[in-house]
């Protein structure tokens, strides 16, 4: 484990979640996405102590638990730590079984590989909210802005030195290669969010799940390829909409016609990206549905 500079006093800690870092006054720190629960985060204690750092706040750039789950651990190591996140990340954080119910529709079962982060050992409580614009923690300015579209609690942080921070808003170019399919909660929120990111004065950006860093530059290239995939994926279930068709038909075309492999929990996943974007149409006035023999039949209205 290493704590690598970015510029000034803003760091990361690359992982299978990248983890900010941010030296505040007094040699206390801010984290950004602790990780999952687990012995990354007495590493992350003992790295930052050998650089005269003491976590002081952690803010959770959203709801999902590879992101905020170590904020317990690390709460449970130092109980002066304040955790931090947007209220509707809050209400899944403070509530874990939450997230797990959503992502099916009901209540989950043992099948759902994440049901062990609800576990009562790695239940995590947010201390205070943050909303969007300006805050000052230790006499640090930082920027909160709102990245919802992913999960309805996305926030981004940008630090004074100019480093913005994005959580999962966009996965590295590796990944977005094999996995297109992006899980949204919104997909018109998401793709103003994803625009936003062209109006943000920052000079690099880190993603929660990528080995490189990204100038402001290499952004737009990140942007334009975010918006294409989720674009792609409107139009091929806006083609299988021109037949009456149900949502699980939609999703098994999708899986078959890209060649998408999933786990229970990814099928999951994908299903509920096919839902925002069904949502989505439905908002734009160009879809309706009838109930036939059981079943909710989508199509698109005619022109």
Same mark, same amino acid.
């Given at each position: 484990?290493?704590?690598?500079? /970015?510029?000034?006093?803003?760091? +990361?800690?690359?992982?299978?979640?990248?983890?900010?870092?941010?030296?505040?006054?007094?040699?206390?720190?801010?984290?950004?996405?602790p990780?999952?629960?687990?012995?990354?985060?007495?590493?992350?204690?003992?790295?930052?102590k050998?650089?005269?750092?003491?976590?002081?706040? @952690?803010?959770?750039?959203?709801?999902?638990g590879?992101?905020?789950?170590?904020?317990?651990?690390?709460?449970?190591?130092?109980?002066?730590?304040?955790?931090?996140?947007?209220?509707?990340?809050? /209400?899944? =954080?403070?509530?874990?079984?939450?997230?797990?119910?959503?992502?099916?529709?009901g209540?989950?079962?043992? #099948? *759902?590989?994440?049901?062990?982060?609800?576990?009562?050992?790695?239940?995590?409580?947010?201390?205070?909210? @943050?909303?969007?614009?300006?805050?000052?923690?230790?006499?640090?300015? #930082?920027? =909160? @802005?709102?990245?919802?579209?992913?999960?309805?609690?996305?926030?981004?942080?940008?630090t004074?030195?100019?480093?913005? #921070?994005?959580?999962?808003?966009?996965?590295?170019? !590796?990944?977005?290669?094999?996995?297109?399919?992006?899980?949204?909660?919104?997909?018109?929120?998401?793709?103003?969010?994803?625009?936003? @990111?062209?109006?943000?004065? #920052?000079?690099?950006?880190?993603?929660?799940?990528?080995?490189?860093?990204y100038?402001?530059?290499?952004?737009?290239?990140?942007?334009?390829?975010?918006?294409?995939?989720?674009?792609?994926?409107?139009? !091929?279930?806006?083609?299988? *909409?021109?037949?009456? /068709?149900?949502?699980?038909? /939609?999703?098994?075309?999708?899986?078959?016609?890209?060649?998408?492999?999933?786990?229970?929990?990814? +099928?999951?996943?994908?299903?509920?990206?096919?839902?925002?974007?069904?949502?989505?149409?439905?908002?734009?006035?160009?879809?309706? +549905?009838?109930?036939?023999?059981?079943?909710?039949?989508? +199509?698109?209205?005619?022109?």
């Amino acid at each position: 484990m290493k704590l690598i500079n /970015i510029k000034g006093d803003t760091y +990361y800690i690359k992982g299978g979640t990248n983890t900010g870092v941010i030296r505040l006054d007094n040699n206390n720190c801010l984290i950004i996405d602790p990780g999952r629960y687990g012995i990354k985060q007495r590493k992350m204690i003992e790295l930052l102590k050998e650089n005269n750092m003491v976590i002081k706040y @952690i803010i959770n750039t959203h709801e999902h638990g590879d992101h905020y789950e170590g904020s317990s651990n690390l709460k449970k190591l130092n109980n002066n730590i304040q955790i931090l996140s947007s209220s509707e990340a809050k /209400i899944f =954080i403070d509530n874990p079984n939450k997230f797990a119910d959503y992502t099916v529709g009901g209540k989950a079962n043992k #099948f *759902l590989k994440f049901k062990e982060s609800s576990e009562e050992s790695h239940a995590t409580k947010v201390d205070d909210i @943050i909303e969007e614009g300006k805050i000052v923690l230790n006499n640090r300015k #930082f920027e =909160i @802005i709102k990245l919802s579209g992913h999960t309805e609690g996305s926030i981004g942080i940008l630090t004074d030195d100019k480093i913005l #921070f994005v959580g999962d808003l966009f996965v590295g170019s !590796q990944m977005l290669k094999k996995f297109d399919l992006l899980l949204l909660y919104d997909v018109k929120e998401y793709l103003n969010s994803v625009n936003k @990111i062209k109006d943000i004065d #920052f000079e690099y950006m880190v993603l929660g799940h990528d080995k490189e860093i990204y100038s402001k530059i290499d952004s737009q290239g990140i942007i334009n390829n975010h918006i294409s995939a989720v674009n792609n994926y409107v139009n !091929q279930v806006k083609d299988l *909409l021109k037949s009456p /068709i149900t949502i699980d038909n /939609i999703l098994k075309n999708i899986i078959i016609n890209n060649n998408l492999s999933c786990n229970y929990t990814e +099928y999951h996943y994908f299903r509920s990206s096919i839902v925002s974007i069904i949502s989505y149409l439905c908002d734009l006035n160009q879809i309706d +549905y009838s109930i036939e023999l059981g079943e909710v039949l989508y +199509y698109s209205k005619k022109e």
